[in-house]
T-cell receptor, first 112, second 112 residues
Framework: SQTIHQWPATLVQPVGSPLSLECTVE??????LYWYRQAAGRGLQLLFY??????ISSEVPQNLSASRPQDRQFILSSKKLLLSDSGFYLCAWSVGQLGEQYFGPGTRLTVT | AQTVTQSQPEMSVQEAETVTLSCTYD???????LFWYKQPPSRQMILVIRQEAYKQQNATENRFSVNFQKAAKSFSLKISDSQLGDAAMYFCAYRGGNQFYFGTGTSLTVIP
């Protein structure tokens, strides 16, 4: 069966520090991968999605970047965090152009 | 551009009663998928139900059912025999190609 992992679960970082969040999927090949951000009590904002290794589409201009070094690994990064980067970050995957999206457990990021 | 609208930020229902959450969407596509996701306080996104646009029959999953009106671009979720565990944020989502579009969510309270 397919599973999706995200780490860390919780992170507190000072403004200006770097960020690296990792997401891995098991049990499937060539998944579409997604990074979302969710502010408290709000909806999901799509940040990046990837349909293959090295293929990244950015939806929102910001100081974040994403990379996909392996088929089932998706990394969200920042060189310098801003206070506005605080939020709940969700990784998700889907297969092909059919069906639903499955989500990881999320990372709660607080920038102080 | 595809948009998903949930016009009810908050809803409440008595335990064992029925509640309907509303969702409308905008698209020019003829083939697509629609979903309802549940996000409990743990913030894990859980798929509740899915609907394929080419299917006229409304999807049902145990106590959860949808009313899919393709011409009206409406996709409501009905929860029957509401339980305390149904209390959560509910998100309506549309899939077009590789991208998913989410509504802003409806917070459901279940009153014992």
């Amino acid at each position: 069966s397919q599973t999706i992992h995200q780490w860390p679960a919780t992170l507190v970082q000072p403004v200006g520090s770097p960020l690296s969040l990792e997401c891995t999927v098991e049990g499937t090949s060539n998944p579409n991968l997604y990074w979302y951000r969710q502010a408290a009590g709000r909806g999901l904002q799509l940040l990046f999605y990837s349909v293959g290794i090295g293929q990244i589409s950015s939806e929102v201009p910001q100081n974040l970047s994403a990379s996909r070094p392996q088929d089932r690994q998706f990394i969200l990064s920042s060189k310098k965090l801003l206070l506005s980067d605080s939020g709940f970050y969700l990784c998700a995957w889907s297969v092909g152009q059919l069906g639903e999206q499955y989500f990881g457990p999320g990372t709660r990021l607080t920038v102080t | 551009a595809q948009t998903v609208t949930q016009s009810q930020p908050e809803m409440s229902v008595q335990e064992a009663e029925t509640v309907t959450l509303s969702c409308t969407y905008d698209t020019s596509e003829s083939d697509y998928y629609l979903f309802w996701y549940k996000q409990p306080p743990s913030r894990q996104m859980i798929l509740v139900i899915r609907q394929e646009a080419y299917k006229q029959q409304n999807a049902t999953e145990n106590r959860f059912s949808v009313n899919f009106q393709k011409a009206a671009k409406s996709f409501s979720l009905k929860i029957s025999d509401s339980q305390l565990g149904d209390a959560a944020m509910y998100f309506c989502a549309y899939r077009g190609g590789n991208q998913f579009y989410f509504g802003t969510g409806t917070s459901l309270t279940v009153i014992p």
